[in-house]
């Protein structure tokens, strides 16, 4: 087991408004008017790369991750998600779940690339408790059908 590191900011601070966590990670939300629903799913303990799991944890975070992506899906109705692991600025192990729309400021390209446009559609809030209730929602359903 890996231990917390001072100076990684995932490990001294939640890393956004947590919305469901459990012992292996916790799910936050990101504040991005532009991307409402973009949520992070960060790893517990200090741990750079998804390989230095054991390959049963590696499986239970990929199910929250899915998860997440389910929730965001059912809540934003996106044109697409993406999901993203880089750490490079932060290398402690988190998952980006992001909802992207055709008309949103930087589609095609990443959310970190080049705008595309400066004005996008105005999108609803997403409630951090409703994320938390469909995340729960599709965990059970993961562990019903015996993925897990």
Known sequence: MQHKVETCELCNCPGGEVVWESALCRVVTVEEADYPGFCRVILQRHVREMSDLHPAERGQLMNVVCAVETAVRHLCQPDKINLASL????????????????DDRHFPNPIWGSVQRIVAPKRKPVDGREIGEQIISALRHVQRSGTS
């Open 87 to 102: 750490g490079n600025l932060t290398p402690h192990l988190h998952w980006h779940v992001i909802p992207r729309w055709c």
